[in-house]
Nanobody
Framework: VQLQASGGGLVQAGGSLRLSCVAS????????MGWFRQAPGLEREFVAA????????SYGNSVKGRFTISIDNAKNTVNLLMNSLNIEDTAVYYC????????????????WGQGTLVTVSS
């Protein structure tokens, strides 16, 4: 499974941004998709995850109510809509795919894409 993330960029605080991640070579081998982020000097943090069916979703506490994860099965794509961005959301965002269940930990995800940088300015 190969994951290609896109959509990062520079945005002002209070603004919105949408990230996308295309999964190729999936062939039913993954059950869930997720987003993590990593700011300089900090550990990688769980952001959101969803099953491919879209029926189960999970969010990190710091983004709940502001971010929305969604699935486009026809395009094998997972999207992350980020609203009300603040400076603390500045990080490299990574998409990931998990084989089993809907997890929130790094070890729950078995495939990782390259990161896309989101920078929120004041």
């Amino acid at each position: 499974v190969q994951l290609q993330a896109s959509g990062g960029g520079l945005v002002q605080a209070g603004g919105s941004l949408r990230l996308s991640c295309v999964a190729s070579g999936r062939s039913g081998s993954t059950y869930s998709m997720g987003w993590f982020r990593q700011a300089p000097g900090l550990e990688r943090e769980f952001v959101a995850a969803t099953t491919w069916s879209g029926t189960l979703r999970s969010y990190g506490n710091s983004v709940k109510g502001r971010f929305t994860i969604s699935i486009d099965n026809a395009k094998n794509t997972v999207n992350l809509l980020m609203n009300s961005l603040n400076i603390e959301d500045t990080a490299v965002y990574y998409c990931a795919a998990g084989r089993y269940g809907l997890g929130r930990e790094l070890h729950d995800f078995h495939f990782w894409g390259q990161g896309t940088l989101v920078t929120v300015s004041s």
